[in-house]
């Protein structure tokens, strides 16, 4: 019973792990960049809606959409100012662009809108929820059912019109080009999916663990995520995000007692470590063959 | 008018192998020693302590990831958990009674042959993944340190570094901290500056252009990436022992954490990849601009010219780090180093423009 409900629990957070890795797997797919930015893209997210609630007064029904329209510019605004004028240029210059992002929001973000924690209401209640002799955290509960239906609703974007302009990029850019597909557009539209997973993210982190720079860590729970599921799959980001908020929950839970506590920390890095080792691409992701 | 040449033209081969083909250089190089070495006695204690010395640590430090990441090209996200590994292990030997000098080295060899196991990992695969697995090594090697407490000595403790003699003479006072470590920094500067020279270098860079490439040319890409990844990380090593032993006197586990690294990468882009100078101008522009501008906005923030709280003063280096890595990406990706490239050169034919070399 008590592993039971620690993987439930466990689950559910990793839906909502899930949710900040597909902002970095919308963009790999559409332009085969990592991602570093993501976890201060989740805190920019929630330092928003925060601002939008509690400075502007608005009230949450409006502050949340109008928290993903302005990060969706925001991811947008991005890419058109920074990455695109990065295009050709070695991987490891990108990655560390995209780093340095992460460290300028980090850091930008908490020195505008004040580094105290802020509490960030959502309207879901604090009392748990037991189904039949498991307790269920509520917000988590939430939280991971809301990032599922937003993971679904992008794997149904990928049946649209644009969304198969995006998997033409993604499969080729050049050959897209050739068809008439914009490209730039494409990957400006990625990052702008992108800041709109974020947005998601920093909602339902910001409402469990409030709206402080802490936020921006989920970065390696995200890539963790991002990695074991495959770096260029939406199914692996939910199948790879339950099973490591499991292996999070769970393996602390029986370990932490043996060796003093802390363990937790160390699930992310070391999945990450052992996919590489033994499967780089990841469960679910394509092998990437390098043609010279 | 300041080289007194017009580019540079080489009559022989010694010539073009030499370290600073233009006789400037050369006296700018002797200048520049005559004043480190003299540093001690011309400074002010409190900017040999806390400017001085720190700079030309981290310029060691930013040596040995450019290193790897300038010369091989491959990244490294976790710099600062390698210097962790050197800097614990020389405490914990010369504690146990090894001579420093010894000690040093030992420490450096652990951290190499640690930075290789990880690299080992790391190295199968390239870029995003080496970046991302380097990133897991910054975790699990802090992790490591800080709740093993046979290492850190518990999980919020602070390790004395104990007193140290270098050949035979006590380390006591700053001065003689100041020497070891430019005398360590001068080593590794050395190092750095011959490889280029060597067919090790040449190599690297060939790695560093195109694996597959060099690989056709009978280059063994593993063997060069992993012993640049060894290098690098004694190197790391060399200089956490020198952070640990010459400028905090202790260690703990948050001196080495995430931020360290991004500072070191920062250092390195910032310098510019690749070059030596490069590391030394990343080195004092990531570790000086955050205080200079610290002083300088609270300073204006106590006139009450500048209406800012002391949130965003805390933020300013953070911000700093950040904003250094992006625009000098986007806007300079060679650094520092580049810019100074530029003007040297300008200056190199001047005033005959059209003659640019």
Redesign the interface.
């Known amino acids: 019973m008590y592993l039971a409900e620690l993987a439930i629990n466990g689950a559910l957070v990793g839906l909502m792990y899930a949710l900040v890795a597909l902002g970095i797997v919308l963009v790999f797919k559409a332009s085969g960049v ?1 991602n ?1 930015a993501q976890g201060a893209l989740t805190m920019v997210g929630a330092y928003v809606v925060w601002w939008l609630a509690a400075g502007l007064g608005a009230p949450l029904w409006a502050a949340m959409p109008l928290a993903l329209a302005a990060m969706f510019l925001f991811g947008r605004g991005l890419e058109r100012v ?1 990455l695109r ?2 295009v050709g ?5 990108i ?3 995209t ?10 973000a ?3 809108a ?2 105290t924690m802020k509490r960030l209401d959502i309207g879901i209640g604090q009392q748990p929820i037991f189904l039949g002799d498991i307790l269920v955290n509520r917000a988590y509960l939430v939280g991971g059912v809301v990032a599922l239906a937003l993971i679904g609703l992008s794997l149904l974007f990928f049946n649209s019109r644009q969304g198969i302009m995006l998997r033409a990029v993604s499969d080729d850019q050049t050959a897209s080009w050739a068809a008439g597909i914009r490209v730039e557009q494409a990957i400006g539209l990625s990052w702008g999916l992108a800041g709109i997973a974020a947005a998601c993210a920093g909602i339902l982190w910001g409402s469990v663990q409030g709206v402080d720079w802490t936020l921006s860590l989920l970065l ?1 729970k995200a ?1 963790a995520v991002a ?1 074991l599921g495959g ?1 260029d799959s939406i199914v692996g980001v939910v199948v790879a995000g339950v099973a490591i908020g499991v292996l999070e929950n769970v393996i602390p839970g029986y370990i932490d007692p043996l ?2 506590g ?1 363990t937790r ?2 699930v ?3 999945v ?2 052992l996919t ?2 033994v499967r ?1 691409f990841g469960l679910f992701g394509r092998e990437d063959i ?1 043609r ?1 | 008018m300041f080289y007194r040449l017009a580019g540079i033209r080489h009559t022989s081969y010694a010539a073009d192998r030499a370290l600073w083909p233009v006789p400037v250089d050369r006296w700018q190089i002797g200048v520049l020693l005559a004043l480190a070495l003299a540093a001690p006695f011309v400074l002010p204690n409190l900017y040999l302590s806390s400017y001085l010395l720190p700079w030309i640590i981290w310029s060691t430090a930013a040596l040995g990831l450019n290193l790897l ?1 300038g010369w091989a ?3 490294h ?1 976790g710099y600062a958990a390698v210097m962790a590994i050197g800097a614990y292990g020389t405490i914990h030997l010369v504690r146990a009674g090894m001579p420093f000098e010894l000690a040093i080295v030992a420490g450096g060899l652990l951290s190499a042959v640690i930075g290789l196991v ?1 690299g080992f ?2 190295l ?2 390239k ?3 080496l ?3 380097t ?3 910054q ?2 090697v802090d ?1 490591i340190i800080s ?1 093993v407490p046979a290492i850190s000595g518990g999980s919020q403790a602070t390790l004395q570094a104990p007193n140290f003699r270098v050949l035979g003479l006590p380390v006591a006072g700053d001065f003689a901290r100041y020497y070891v470590a430019l005398a360590v920094c001068l080593l590794v500067t050395l190092f750095l500056l011959n490889v280029g020279r060597t067919s090790f270098g040449r190599a690297l860079v060939a790695v560093r252009e195109k694996d ?2 060099a690989a056709i040319l009978g280059v063994n890409t593993f063997y060069f990436k992993l012993l640049a990844f060894w290098c690098s990380s004694f190197l790391g090593g060399v200089s956490g022992v020198l952070l640990a032993f010459c400028y905090y006197r202790a260690v703990t586990p948050e001196q080495f954490n995430l931020d360290v690294s ?1 500072q070191a ?2 250092m390195v ?1 910032v310098g510019g990849m690749g070059s030596v100078m490069g590391s030394y101008l990343g080195a004092a522009l990531v570790l000086l601009a955050p205080i200079v501008l610290n002083n300088l906005v609270g300073t204006l923030a106590q006139a009450g010219a500048l209406p800012v ?1 002391q ?2 003063l ?13 625009a000098f ?2 806007f300079e ?1 060679l650094g520092l180093a580049k810019v100074y490239d530029n003007l040297r050169n300008y200056f190199l034919v001047w005033p005959f423009r059209h003659a640019r070399h």
């Open positions: 990592a570093l920074a004028r990065m240029q070695p991987v490891i210059m990655i560390m662009l780093l340095g992002l992460e460290i300028l929001l980090r850091g930008a908490p020195a505008l004040g580094a390696i890539l990695i770096l060796v003093g802390g920390d160390l992310a890095s070391t990450i470590l590489i080792l780089p390098e010279v | 990441m090209g491959q990244i996200l990880f990992a790391a199968r695969v870029g995003l993944y970046a991302i697995s990133l897991a090594m975790y699990l992790w709740h597959f490439a991004i990468v920062a882009i709280s949130e965003i805390s933020h300013i280096p953070l911000i700093l780090y950040g904003g250094l890595i992006v990406l986007l990706p």
